[in-house]
């Protein structure tokens, strides 16, 4: 009698354990749902939002570039989120399953990612830009999405080359444009609120330093996201951490299902 108890009572314990990992599932991928589904809808409505936000974003190759990556992030957190939910709250093992598969699948991506990006860390530094830049970057030329992305950098951080204004020199550049030192996406803007007008254009790409962005985009962008890049880190250790969570509690819930 006191055996059966015993057994009657620890099946009870394991079906509470089973019931919380349940429930703390599915809060837990109803967030992430909701997360992607707000992402989803910020993409989408930049893209066909008829007010002309979507020239904007169109106009500048970053921001266009981001607005597919926040619709690629929006769709799989969406799709992580729903197949939680229901894997979770329906107790399907097919549905748990996917789920678990496709968290690990994101966790090795990341973690190749993260060995990738070490290997490849030379290609980081100030040498290696200023490399490509002398070698392929034209000046205005929208059909180069190497040269567009650059003028998109200076024109957004207000900045000239990747140190100065000097790596123009023997470039690709001065050999399509020998009377211009610079480029026009270093000179200096107007002030007025939707004036996209260069001061001085033509002292500018003459050299006259006085109307020309004189700071390198390396230090402007470094300085710009030095904050966001700790963010950055401290977010990718606890979305790590999460993800293994999350594969330990489907693991867990789909092998309790009887």
Not at 218 to 233: C, H, K, N, Q, T
Request: hydrophobic share 50%; glycine share 8%.
């Amino acid at each position: 009698m006191g055996q059966g108890e015993a057994s009657a009572r620890g099946t009870s314990m394991e079906g509470d354990c089973l019931s919380c990992i349940k429930y703390l599932m599915f809060v837990f991928n109803f967030l992430i749902f909701l997360g992607g589904s707000f992402l989803l809808g910020v993409g989408v409505w930049v893209l066909v939002d008829p007010t002309g936000f979507r020239e904007i974003v169109a106009a500048n190759p970053l921001l266009f570039t981001g607005v597919y990556i926040v619709l690629g992030m929006g769709g799989m957190l969406f799709l992580l989120g729903f197949l939680g939910c229901c894997g979770a709250i329906k107790e399907n093992k097919c549905l748990l399953l996917f789920f678990f598969m496709l968290i690990l699948l994101i966790f090795l991506a990341e973690l190749a990612a993260a060995i990738l990006a070490f290997i490849f860390r030379e290609h980081l530094t100030r040498e290696y830009f200023t490399k490509e830049l002398k070698r392929h970057y034209q000046g205005v030329n929208n059909t180069d999405v190497f040269t567009s992305t650059w003028n998109a950098i200076m024109n957004t951080f207000d900045c000239c080359g990747v140190n100065s204004p000097e790596d123009f020199k023997d470039s690709l550049f001065r050999l399509i444009n020998p009377d211009h030192v610079v480029p026009e996406a270093c000179c200096h803007r107007a002030n007025q609120a939707g004036d996209m007008s260069y001061i001085s254009r033509e002292q500018c790409l003459s050299g006259n330093m006085m109307f020309r962005n004189n700071k390198g985009c390396y230090s402007s962008v470094v300085d710009y996201f030095e904050l966001y890049i700790y963010v950055a880190g401290a977010l990718a250790i606890v979305v790590l951490t999460i993800e293994l969570f999350a594969m330990v509690f489907a693991m867990c819930l789909f092998r309790g299902i009887q």
